[in-house]
């Protein structure tokens, strides 16, 4: 079955420093990945994505994603972290090629100080 | 702004009241989801729609009963819910692989 594990509920940073937030999944074929961000009473949206090619991803707001696949994880990363940045960030993982939907982590919380 | 609308955007209601929550979206997407985001429990999925047919129920109580018209517009029907139905209603839609998500309707049953 398919699963995705955030393992942090909370992840604490300085402004200015980089931050990253974990995400490891567990698929039977190829996995399609997401990060989503949700900030207060707000939908999901969406940050980025790796479906195949390059295994650095950049997306939205300066935040990248590195897919390792012999570790099975897709960590969500920002070189310099804003206060702007807290929030609420979401992984998710969907099997290459299946008419699938997404299965979410729990979700980590951001926490920017300035 | 994602595309995706949802009204309304606050609800309260009793048990024994019976309400709609309604989503739209016009980017062309041929799925829509519904799902509950409840406090500290991951995001669950309820109910998806492909081409206006449902395609998926994950065990949803009969109390949400939803409907498709088209490929554009998604309904929510509640009725006689409990107090733990009380949570954040997203919709979603999608085309191929990313969702675009509303921003919810955040429910709140007495």
């Known amino acids: 079955a398919q699963s995705v594990a955030q393992p942090e509920d909370q992840v604490n940073v300085a402004e200015g420093n980089p931050l990253t937030v974990k995400c490891t999944y567990s698929?039977?074929?190829?996995?399609?990945l997401f990060w989503y961000v949700q900030y207060p009473n707000r939908g999901l949206q969406f940050l980025l994505k790796y479906i195949t090619g390059d295994n650095l991803v950049k997306g939205s707001y300066g935040f990248e994603a590195e897919f390792n696949k012999s570790q099975t994880s897709f960590h969500l990363k920002k070189p310099s972290a804003l206060v702007s940045d807290s929030a609420l960030y979401f992984c998710?993982?969907?099997?290459?090629?299946?008419?699938?939907?997404?299965?979410f982590g729990k979700g980590t919380k951001l926490s920017v100080k300035p | 702004e994602t595309g995706v609308t949802q009204t309304p955007r606050h609800l309260v209601m009793g048990m024994t009241n019976k309400k709609s929550l309604k989503c739209e979206q016009h980017l062309g997407h041929n799925a829509m989801y519904w799902y509950k985001q409840s406090a500290k429990k991951p995001l669950e999925l309820m109910f998806v729609?492909?081409?206006?047919?449902?395609?998926e129920n994950n065990s949803v109580p009969s109390r949400f009963s939803p409907e498709c018209p088209n490929s554009s517009h998604l309904f929510l029907h509640l009725h006689t819910l409990q107090p733990e139905d009380s949570a954040l209603y997203l919709c979603?839609?999608?085309?191929?692989?990313?969702?675009?998500f509303g921003p919810g309707t955040r429910l709140t049953v007495l």
């Open positions: 979603a839609s999608s085309l191929y692989n990313e969702q675009f």
């Open positions: 698929v039977s074929g190829n996995p399609y």
């Open positions: 998710a993982v969907r099997e290459w090629g299946s008419q699938g939907n997404l299965i």
């Open positions: 729609y492909n081409f206006k047919e449902q395609t």
